[in-house]
């Protein structure tokens, strides 16, 4: 087996924790917290809706006059405080709310969701950089011995053994196995570059041995069943549907009266004296009953009836392509175990095969082009052997993120999870706008 290239020190990066380097650092999983606790604050908006407004005013005027060379000024102040609430809205504001609390919880699932794309976004870097090193390895290795092969031509010829046939095709496979060898090292290349955007930092000397193959089911119906619980792709769409039937009845309560009550105190006082002249109130009470609204209100029903039905639509999608994500990544991991198992074969025939070749090219009783053949065929196996054991790990992981496991908390991650559950629940706070002013 040809081990990876090592960088930067003695000690292996593990899978484990460039997963926790990268979920410190990711952004696109901070945008979704954030994301989170937007929608976080239509709770509190909508709550609103059946809260009381209060407020206080204070206003005041100055007044002269010249008359007959006399003047004369007076001031005035008038403090107010104000009260307005709507006392009943047919359930508007309660199906306003509800639909504000769904979509919080679709935005927190939209973080797990997110923050199953980014690990398993940083699980094909961290593979495809390992494999990339064992690649430029490999190419190194038979570029070297195409050289090798190469001179010996050479040499064969300069003692009348060989032929000039045989010098060119060793030019021809050194040559290809060269660009070969330059296109490893491009690709590698690339490679580290996505690893350092996920990550956050260069690749260091990689080690992708794991033991999260535990969090396996046993059998593929068990993976699907667990899929259908915990994907948050499918938690995100009930919340959806969730939303959506809320807005709708929200939409049709529009429909209802509307009811409200407001009120105000305010008080006088004049200079000189400085006394409270009078102080008066008012209360007032208002029902409203919508009659036509130039088809909005019927336009807005309507639409929100569509919106319920595309999110049920959507949620059929969403299970339908989850549990093709299921079968896939089960189907990679057995056929990747298959694919190690034939390449490993083929390597070590491969191995025997280029041993015998050169020997009876040394006989005589094969050619340069036999030995160069046969070597071809062994770099094709173990880089075989390199392709399947990746997949075999990228597999694992896609199964993981396809059964809605592939999180910080599934992982045993040592970070702190991201969620807005705790911010969702303060902006649930009544009397918080109220100590802000204070503040």
Do not use: C
């Amino acid at each position: 087996m040809v081990s990876a290239v090592a960088v930067g020190g003695a000690q292996a990066q593990s899978i484990a924790q460039a997963l926790t380097t990268a979920y410190d650092y990711a952004p696109d999983l901070q945008s979704a917290l954030l994301s989170a606790k937007s929608s976080a604050e239509n709770i509190a908006l909508a709550n609103a809706g059946k809260r009381p407004t209060i407020g206080a005013s204070l206003s005041g005027s100055y007044n002269w006059s010249v008359v007959n060379n006399r003047f004369d000024d007076s001031t005035s102040l008038s403090p107010g405080l104000s009260y307005n609430q709507t006392i009943f809205d047919n359930g508007k504001t309660d199906a306003d709310i509800e639909a504000a609390r769904a979509g919080a919880e679709a935005a927190e699932y939209q973080i797990r969701s997110t923050e199953q794309t980014v690990l398993l976004a940083v699980v094909q870097a961290y593979m495809n950089v390992y494999s990339g090193r064992q690649l430029v390895a490999l190419r190194q290795e038979n570029r070297d011995f195409y050289s090798a092969q190469l001179q010996s031509s050479r040499d064969r010829l300069d003692v009348g053994e060989g032929t000039r046939i045989d010098v060119a095709q060793a030019e021809a496979r050194l040559a290809q196995g060269d660009a070969a060898y330059r296109a490893a090292v491009s690709s590698l290349e690339i490679s580290q570059a996505t690893f350092q955007r996920y990550v956050g930092q260069a690749p260091q000397n990689l080690d992708p041995s794991h033991n999260f193959s535990r969090l396996i089911p046993s059998s593929l119906p068990a993976a699907i069943a667990a899929a259908e619980v915990d994907h948050p792709a499918l938690l995100m769409s009930k919340a959806a549907i969730r939303a959506a039937q809320a807005s709708s009845a929200s939409a049709k309560a529009q429909f209802g009266p509307k009811a409200s009550l407001s009120g105000g105190v305010t008080g006088t006082a004049t200079d000189p004296k400085g006394q409270r002249d009078g102080i008066s109130g008012s209360v007032s009470f208002q029902i409203t009953v919508p009659i036509y609204a130039g088809g909005a209100i019927g336009a807005g029903v309507r639409k929100a009836n569509i919106e319920q039905i595309k999110s049920e639509v959507d949620a059929m999608s969403a299970y339908d392509q989850i549990r093709e994500a299921v079968i896939s990544a089960w189907a990679g991991i057995q056929s990747a175990d298959a694919q190690i198992s034939a390449a490993n074969s083929a390597e070590s025939a491969g191995r025997t095969v280029v041993d015998g070749v050169i020997q009876e090219r040394d006989l005589g009783t094969s050619t340069t082009l036999d030995v160069l053949n046969a070597q071809a065929e062994l770099t094709t196996a173990r880089e075989a052997r390199i392709t399947a054991s990746t997949n075999k790990v990228i597999a694992t992981f896609s199964l993981l993120a396809a059964m809605g496991h592939l999180t910080a908390a599934d992982l045993g991650l040592n970070v702190e999870v991201k969620s807005a559950v705790r911010y969702t629940d303060a902006v649930d706070d009544v009397w918080a706008e109220l100590r802000s002013v204070k503040e």
